[in-house]
């Protein structure tokens, strides 16, 4: 399992825009798929967004479609999540993970996991 680190939270009001990233201890040729995942307290962790390892092809939850934008920097081991037009809505622990599936959205598809970074969006 690779170690990913997550970085860039904070708060913001509403309307604001916020970059996390999600930094690997290494590169590792069998992860496929790299997400993101929310969650709120008294929630469940829910999927946020997912990008795999060539960066070709991305998967938002309908909920942040058209407000955030999950990208990756091979050379760096990094995928980032931009999120602009923030609403209370998004206030939660946000998660990356990683994945050796081809195909993975849910929590416990995904291997390896992040510590979480605090978002909070005030109205």
């Known amino acids: 399992q690779v170690q990913l680190v997550e970085s860039g939270g904070g708060s913001v009001q509403a309307g604001g825009s916020l970059r996390l990233s999600c930094a690997a201890s290494r590169r590792t040729f069998s992860v496929k798929i790299v997400g993101w995942f929310r969650q709120a307290p008294g929630k469940e962790r829910e999927f946020v967004a997912r990008?795999?390892?060539?960066?070709?092809?991305?998967w938002y939850t309908d909920a942040v479609k058209g407000r955030f934008t999950i990208s990756r920097d091979n050379d760096k081991n990094t995928v980032s999540l931009q999120m602009n037009s923030l609403k209370p809505e998004d206030t939660a622990v946000y998660y990356c993970a990683a994945t050796t599936r081809p195909y993975a959205s849910y929590p416990n598809e995904f291997g390896s996991w992040g510590q979480g970074t605090q978002v909070t969006v005030s109205s």
């Open positions: 990008i795999n390892v060539n960066g070709e092809h991305t």
